[in-house]
C-alpha cells in the first residue's frame, strides 16, 4: 500500500438501486500519471467523487497515500487537489484575481497567486479577465486553482474535454511538467485513449463500473502485439507441434492458431514447417491491432 497515491479495495457505489461502480480496485502508483479510462457513463466522475468524498459508498475502502479516506477525511483531503466538472472561475474577475481569492479562502500567501500563474503558463495572461480566457486556458486556470494548497495528488477529471488540439496539446504538457518537475502524482480521466495515451504512464479502464484493464501504458501496448492467424487443419495437433518446436501459442479454435508475430520471414517459415509436417495451412493473417481499437475491443466485450 505504501507505493500508492491512491488505493480503493474492492468498491462499490449504487444510485438508488442502480450500481454505478462494481468491486474496483484501483492502484494508482506514486508519481504516476494514472489514465482513468471509460467510455461516457462508465463510472470515473462517480469515482472520482468518492476518492474526494464527495459520494460515500457503504464499504468505503479508498486509501490516499496509504490512509483510509473516513478516518483521516480533512488529512487526505489537503493532499489531494482536483477539477471536476467545470472551473469554479468567476468570468468577471482577472485571471490572478481568481487565485488571489482562493489564496484569501485558504489561508495561503497570495504571492502564490503569482508562481501558479506561471506553472501553468498564463502569466502573460494574468491580468486578463477570465471570461476572456479560451477553454484550453480556463482550464489551466482551473488546474491553478486546484494546485493553491500545493496538493500531492491531483484529480483532473476530462480535463480535455471540448478543447481545440492546442488546448489539448497545452493541458497535456502541464501534466506532464506537474508529475516530472514537481513530483504530483496525477490521475486524469477521459473517454478518449488517444487524448491520454502520450502522457499516461499507467492507465485503468473500467466500464459499467468495473475495471477491466489496469497496468502500465507499456503492459497496455504489449496488449495490442500484433498476432498471426493461422489458418490449419487439426489444430490442436497443429499447435502441440508447434510447442514443440519452440512457438508461443496464445489462442486457438477449431480453426485457428494464433501466435505472436514476429517478421515475415518467421511467419514464412512456420508455414514451411507446418506444410511439410503434413498439416494444411489455408492461411496466414497478420492482424494489428492499435491501441484505440484495442480499448474499444476491451470496452464493447464488457
Ligand atoms: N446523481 C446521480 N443520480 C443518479 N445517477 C447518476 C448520478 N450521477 C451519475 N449517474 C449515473 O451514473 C453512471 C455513471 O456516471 P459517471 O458520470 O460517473 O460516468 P462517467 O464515466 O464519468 O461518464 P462521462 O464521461 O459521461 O462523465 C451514469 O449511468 C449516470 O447516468
Redo the contacts with the bound molecule.
Keep these: 500500500m505504501g507505493n500508492y497515491a491512491i488505493e480503493t479495495v474492492g468498491l462499490n457505489f449504487n ?2 438501486n ?1 450500481a ?1 461502480v462494481k468491486d474496483l480496485s484501483l492502484q494508482v502508483p506514486k508519481g504516476s500519471i494514472y489514465g482513468f479510462l ?11 467523487k468518492i476518492l474526494l468524498n464527495l459520494l460515500k459508498s457503504s464499504n468505503d475502502q479508498v486509501f490516499i497515500f496509504g490512509k483510509e479516506i473516513n478516518h483521516n477525511r480533512i488529512a487526505s483531503l489537503k493532499r489531494i487537489g482536483a477539477l471536476v466538472e467545470q472551473p469554479a472561475i468567476y468570468g468577471h474577475l482577472t485571471g490572478k484575481e481568481n487565485l488571489i481569492n482562493r489564496c484569501i479562502l485558504l489561508g495561503i500567501n497570495k504571492s502564490k497567486a503569482d508562481e501558479m500563474l506561471s506553472l501553468v503558463g498564463l502569466s502573460d495572461a494574468s491580468n486578463k479577465k477570465a471570461s476572456k480566457y479560451s477553454l484550453g486556458m480556463k482550464q489551466r486556470l482551473g488546474i491553478a486553482l486546484a494546485l493553491v494548497s500545493d496538493p500531492e495528488l491531483l484529480l483532473l ?2 480535463p480535455t474535454n471540448g478543447l481545440d488540439p492546442n488546448g489539448i496539446i497545452e493541458v497535456r504538457n502541464l501534466m506532464i511538467d506537474l508529475a516530472t518537475k514537481h513530483n504530483k502524482t496525477i490521475l486524469v ?1 477521459s ?1 478518449l485513449l488517444a487524448e491520454i495515451e502520450r502522457t499516461a504512464t499507467h492507465v485503468g479502464i ?1 466500464n459499467k ?1 468495473r475495471l477491466l484493464f489496469q497496468g502500465t501504458i507499456n503492459e497496455l501496448h504489449l496488449l495490442s502485439k500484433p498476432m498471426l492467424e493461422i489458418e490449419v487443419s487439426k489444430t490442436s495437433d497443429a499447435a502441440a507441434f508447434l510447442t514443440q518446436a519452440g512457438y508461443e501459442i496464445l489462442e486457438i479454435t477449431d480453426k485457428k492458431i494464433i501466435v505472436p508475430f514476429t517478421s515475415p520471414e518467421d511467419s514464412g517459415a512456420l508455414n514451411t514447417l507446418l506444410i511439410q509436417k503434413g498439416f494444411t495451412v489455408s492461411s496466414l493473417y497478420l492482424q494489428k491491432k492499435d491501441l484505440e481499437n484495442l480499448f474499444l475491443d476491451i470496452t464493447k466485450n464488457n
Design positions: 444510485f438508488g442502480q454505478i471509460g467510455p461516457n457513463g462508465a463510472g470515473k466522475t462517480t469515482t472520482i477529471d476530462e480521466s473517454h473500467i463500473g
